[in-house]
């Protein structure tokens, strides 16, 4: 039986200041619209600190609070999203002593946190080796890719990745976020490539997909969810051509990956050709 996904109560969107944060935060506002969630931004305030050449840091005197700075970037984030979404439910908020990221003490249960490549490369950079990022998070991580904000709606549907491996709650989320924006998952699993698939054995094509289909059929029979189970299909894609991967997300909302456990050089190999947002899903027991 699939965990029960309940839905994500708020989309949060990390307000960093990259250069991307506009793109995120855009997607972040038409992605709550869709599923009729609230949207929260956040913030961590970041003092600008002199390094000194024993590699110690103070703050010059003279430097801004860093208050100030953090609520200028909500006020110009709020004001973008409210000229596209005016009805659309936001909330602010500027956290303080709790580090310089999001992290299970800065977001509630239920949250999806959606934050850009540069906040996914430097929650990376911060999360132990031995330690996988979305169960570090605990709560689901969205990375926007590089560029214009991807599409939300327009008969886009929510791409679910799946392999030699493919947890129940990616599978559950994949299925829930489809059921939420009133669209289908599709099932795409690789019999070729090993990159994000976890294909450590390659059976022929047929073989592949039959066991990929039984997989999918086990974890949503007997699932208690609040809508019927979305429609669904399975692909199989043959070529470890970068263009094959990026054609298939072009037509996806999301691309969920199968498990917690993907490797950051990968996510990081996909969000330079990936056309969709990427998702990583914290293993049921991580999620708060």
């Known amino acids: 039986m699939v965990v029960e996904h309940r839905g994500t109560r708020r989309v ?7 250069a991307d944060g506009a793109v995120t935060t855009r ?40 208050t100030v700075a953090a609520a200028l970037a909500l006020r110009y984030a ?51 080796a031995t330690a996988h990022l979305p169960d570090t998070i605990g709560a689901p991580l969205v990375v926007v890719p590089l560029g214009d904000a991807p599409p939300v ?5 929510v791409v679910l990745l799946a392999g030699a ?7 559950a989320f994949a299925f829930a976020t489809a059921a939420d924006l009133g669209t289908r998952v599709d099932v795409v699993q690789s019999a070729v ?5 976890g294909a450590d054995d390659r059976p022929g094509p047929t073989r592949a997909a039959d066991g990929v289909q ?29 263009r094959a991967f990026r054609a298939v997300t072009r037509t996806a909302q999301l691309t969920v ?15 330079d050709i990936t056309a969709s947002p990427l998702v990583l899903v914290p293993a049921p027991d991580a999620v708060r």
């Open 165 to 171: 491996r493919l947890s129940r709650q990616a599978a």
């Open 214 to 242: 039984r997989r999918v059929r086990s974890l949503i029979d007997g699932a208690t969810t609040p809508h019927p189970t979305p429609a669904w299909t399975i692909s199989t894609l043959r070529s470890t051509s970068w």
């Open 193 to 197: 490539d090993g990159m994000a698939f």
């Open 12 to 18: 949060v969107a990390w307000v960093d200041h990259s």
């Open 257 to 271: 990956l199968p498990d917690p456990t993907e490797p950051d050089e990968n996510v990081r190999r996909l969000l």
């Open 78 to 128: 709020l004001r973008r999203v409210q000229v596209r979404q005016r009805d659309l439910e936001v909330t602010t908020q500027i956290v303080l002593d709790d580090g310089p990221r999001p992290g299970p003490a800065s977001l509630r249960p239920g949250d999806l946190l959606v934050t850009g490549v540069t906040g996914y490369i430097e929650l990376a950079e911060h999360t132990p």
């Open 27 to 66: 997607w972040a506002a038409l992605h709550a619209a869709a599923r009729r969630l609230p949207l929260h931004l956040i913030q961590f305030p970041r003092a600008p600190a002199d390094v000194s050449g024993d590699g110690s840091a103070e703050i010059a005197l003279g430097t801004p609070d860093p």
């Open 153 to 157: 709606g327009a008969g886009l549907g």
